[in-house]
């Protein structure tokens, strides 16, 4: 190996096609300071930034960031503000570095909820970038992963009130097209920050075959060398889908 390459950028093989991020503990990070929830948000913001441009650099295909889940609503209203607020300023702050960089950027959930001008803003952005060929950058807002499913079942029964679709032709791959995010591939590395070992109703359809990583570093200081270390861990997986080890083997030889 070259001296000239730091070991942070050594590219680990294979490589996950599609990462999702539950980004936890930014309030323990501010608490550790003496500093109010909100200061860890902002702080993970720039952890944001600096994870979306490890990804683009890797040749991720797919990042899709856990920024709001369903059951956040339930904080204090001001965390909550300060949480909304924070979303535009960032996105209205990032769009042209995004764009520029060709990233291509998509939002999951039910954000008819969040307030008129940021879902403007979210429709300008996937606009805006929806052409490029980068990065897909997926944020998840107002997110629930049985919200995801119930919006599923409820367009599934509309299709066969309307006679597209019989009762009967309802396999896992039909379900699975009207799933969020299901022109894209499956997660392959689900990674949570900040110490917790739960999903927290994220991606539940789609991650049924994704490697679990947890991790304790709180995400405002989760860097390049965190997402290397996750990477090199799933690289050193053997992912067998439901086949034995050898199987999996000799299909790798072969
Ligand atoms: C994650 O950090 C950010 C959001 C859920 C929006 P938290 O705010 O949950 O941080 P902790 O878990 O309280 O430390
Ligand atoms: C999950 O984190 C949601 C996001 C990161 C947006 P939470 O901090 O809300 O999860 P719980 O409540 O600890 O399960
Ligand atoms: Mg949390």
């Not at 702080?43 to 930034?49: C, D, M, N, S």
């Amino acid at each position: 190996m070259s001296v000239d390459v730091p070991m942070s950028r050594a590219p680990c093989q294979p490589l996950p096609r599609h990462i999702a991020i539950v980004m936890d503990g930014n309030g323990r990070w501010a608490q550790q300071r003496s500093l109010p929830r909100t200061a860890g948000h902002r702080e993970g913001a720039k952890a944001v930034r600096r994870i979306v441009r490890a990804c683009s650099e890797r040749d991720i295909e797919v990042l899709t960031l856990f920024a709001f889940s369903s059951e956040n609503w339930r904080r204090p209203r001001p965390e909550v503000e300060v949480l909304l607020k924070l979303f535009l300023t960032t996105l209205r702050g990032e769009i042209r570095r995004l764009d520029t960089a060709n990233v291509r950027l998509r939002f999951i959930g039910d954000y008819r909820a969040f307030p008129e001008n940021l879902q403007d803003y979210i429709v300008k952005a996937e606009r805006r970038t929806a052409a490029n060929t980068g990065l897909t950058l997926v944020i998840a807002a107002n997110y629930g992963g049985r919200w995801d499913l119930a919006q599923a079942a409820r367009r599934v029964s509309e299709a066969v009130l309307e006679g597209r679709l019989q009762p009967g032709d309802i396999t896992p791959a039909v379900l699975h097209s009207f799933t969020c995010l299901s022109d894209l591939p499956e997660p392959d590395l689900f990674i949570r920050t900040g110490g917790e070992q739960r999903i927290s109703n994220f991606l539940l359809w789609q991650m049924a075959y994704a490697e679990l990583y947890f991790t304790d570093r709180l995400w405002p200081d989760y860097d390049d060398g965190d997402l290397e270390s996750a990477c090199a861990a799933f690289a050193s997986r053997q992912r067998r889908f439901g086949r034995t080890a050898e199987q999996v083997a000799q299909n790798q030889h072969a």
